[in-house]
């Protein structure tokens, strides 16, 4: 009788399988558009600075056209969030799907793919590449709505530290004439900088910069569980790299900095490892090894942050940033330019 019944299943789910999934995931599309939608936290954030910024004349409008930007920025950013974390859902019915099959025909040597399989996978690789891409244009663009409202600018005049996260971040960091206001603005996102910076800079998309740049080169994308990561080895390593890797760890614990990582296998393996956890522990390299630490991660290869990281670390700066500004009004270089009433 079970056999029977099993019989039964594995024909209907062979004849009509595609179709349910399908109806499925419409019922759950309509069920989902008529869900209250939440406001995002960054919109929320933004709308916050924006109200506090009635009466502000900005010459030009300049600060109101760069704030409607960043507008759009954060849409798009919030669209593919939901994106990433829809297909995420739409994977694991894929895999609840395959693990019936299983259940039907637990002895078979294969079974047939899941007919939304490889289109999903290819959705969820679009969206982790579109996090990085897109991350990084909020939050550069961002810097355009500081560079109005700090007075401080680059001790070095060819150099605008406002033009991306990296010349943001050694500007915060280095220079010893920052304003009271930039003081505060380093002591509560200075690790968020150096963080965004070194691994923003992971993916990028090659038809804008970076061309010939490791991580351009060799890009996989895999998942296990909950690991979505974009990774870029290097496939010749050898003894000359793990000399680099052992000089280099040398160097960072004769500074007392140890990064923690496997101690076993080959030494090969403990290199290759120890380059990953350095890459997972960034924000520990000092300054003056910084560069040489992310020039010998993109050299040797390794795989990127988690989507769910990357989204908490850029929403949480965002969020945080938007909120100072909005804190510190009154401290800022905007409030000059605040209208007047007679």
Same mark, same amino acid.
């Given at each position: 009788?079970?056999?029977?019944?099993?019989?039964?299943?594995? /024909?209907?789910?062979?004849?009509?399988?595609?179709?349910?999934?399908?109806?499925?995931?419409?019922?759950?599309?309509?069920?989902?558009?008529?869900?209250?939608?939440?406001?995002?936290?960054?919109?929320?954030? $933004?709308?916050?600075?924006?109200?506090?910024?009635?009466?502000?004349?900005?010459?030009?409008?300049?600060?109101?056209?760069?704030?409607?930007?960043?507008?759009?920025? %954060?849409?798009?950013?919030?669209?593919?969030?939901?994106?990433?974390? @829809?297909?995420?859902?739409?994977?694991?019915?894929?895999?609840?799907?395959?693990?019936?099959?299983?259940?039907?025909? *637990?002895?078979?040597?294969?079974? *047939?793919?899941?007919?939304?399989?490889?289109?999903?996978?290819?959705?969820?690789?679009?969206?982790?590449?579109?996090?990085?891409?897109?991350?990084?244009?909020?939050?550069?663009?961002?810097?355009?709505?500081?560079?109005?409202?700090?007075?401080?600018?680059?001790? /070095?005049?060819?150099?605008?530290?406002?033009?991306?996260?990296?010349?943001?971040?050694?500007?915060?960091?280095?220079? /010893?004439?920052?304003?009271?206001? !930039?003081?505060?603005?380093? !002591?509560? $996102?200075? &690790?968020? #900088?150096?963080?965004?910076?070194?691994?923003? +800079?992971? @993916?990028?998309?090659?038809?804008?910069?970076?061309?010939?740049?490791?991580?351009?080169?060799?890009?996989?994308?895999?998942?296990?569980?909950?690991?979505?990561?974009? &990774?870029?080895?290097?496939?010749?390593?050898?003894?000359?790299?793990?000399?680099?890797?052992?000089?280099?760890? /040398?160097?960072?614990?004769?500074?007392?900095?140890?990064?923690?990582? +496997?101690?076993?296998?080959?030494?090969?393996? %403990?290199?290759?490892?120890?380059?990953?956890?350095?890459?997972?522990?960034? #924000?520990?390299?000092?300054?003056?090894?910084?560069?040489? !630490?992310?020039?010998?991660?993109? =050299?040797?290869?390794?795989?990127? *942050?988690? *989507?769910?990281?990357? %989204?908490?670390?850029?929403?949480?700066?965002?969020?945080?940033?938007?909120?100072?500004?909005? =804190? =510190?009004?009154?401290?800022?270089?905007?409030?000059?330019?605040?209208?007047?009433?007679?």
């Amino acid at each position: 009788m079970i056999r029977l019944k099993n019989k039964i299943k594995s /024909t209907f789910y062979k004849l009509f399988g595609s179709l349910v999934f399908e109806l499925k995931a419409k019922k759950r599309s309509r069920g989902h558009k008529k869900m209250k939608r939440d406001q995002y936290k960054l919109e929320i954030a $933004f709308r916050k600075l924006e109200s506090k910024l009635q009466g502000i004349e900005y010459p030009d409008n300049e600060f109101n056209k760069i704030m409607s930007m960043v507008l759009s920025d %954060i849409e798009l950013f919030d669209h593919i969030v939901k994106r990433f974390r @829809y297909d995420r859902k739409v994977l694991g019915y894929i895999s609840h799907d395959d693990q019936f099959l299983h259940f039907l025909g *637990p002895n078979r040597r294969s079974y *047939p793919s899941h007919p939304y399989e490889r289109g999903n996978n290819q959705a969820i690789k679009i969206d982790v590449q579109s996090l990085f891409m897109f991350g990084t244009i909020m939050v550069n663009r961002s810097l355009l709505l500081l560079k109005m409202y700090l007075s401080d600018r680059s001790s /070095t005049p060819k150099i605008d530290m406002y033009s991306k996260i990296a010349s943001f971040y050694y500007g915060l960091n280095k220079s /010893t004439q920052l304003s009271a206001l !930039a003081q505060k603005f380093r !002591a509560n $996102f200075l &690790t968020q #900088t150096k963080w965004l910076h070194s691994a923003l +800079r992971f @993916y990028r998309n090659e038809f804008i910069e970076h061309l010939d740049k490791g991580y351009q080169q060799g890009m996989n994308f895999g998942f296990y569980a909950n690991d979505f990561a974009l &990774t870029s080895y290097k496939w010749n390593y050898d003894d000359n790299d793990n000399d680099k890797v052992e000089k280099f760890r /040398t160097e960072l614990e004769n500074l007392n900095i140890k990064i923690s990582g +496997r101690s076993d296998g080959g030494r090969s393996l %403990i290199n290759r490892y120890y380059i990953q956890r350095l890459f997972d522990n960034i #924000t520990l390299v000092p300054d003056d090894k910084l560069k040489e !630490a992310l020039d010998l991660i993109e =050299e040797v290869g390794v795989h990127s *942050p988690q *989507p769910g990281k990357v %989204i908490s670390e850029i929403e949480n700066y965002m969020e945080g940033m938007l909120n100072f500004m909005s =804190e =510190e009004l009154d401290n800022s270089e905007l409030i000059k330019y605040k209208k007047v009433l007679i």
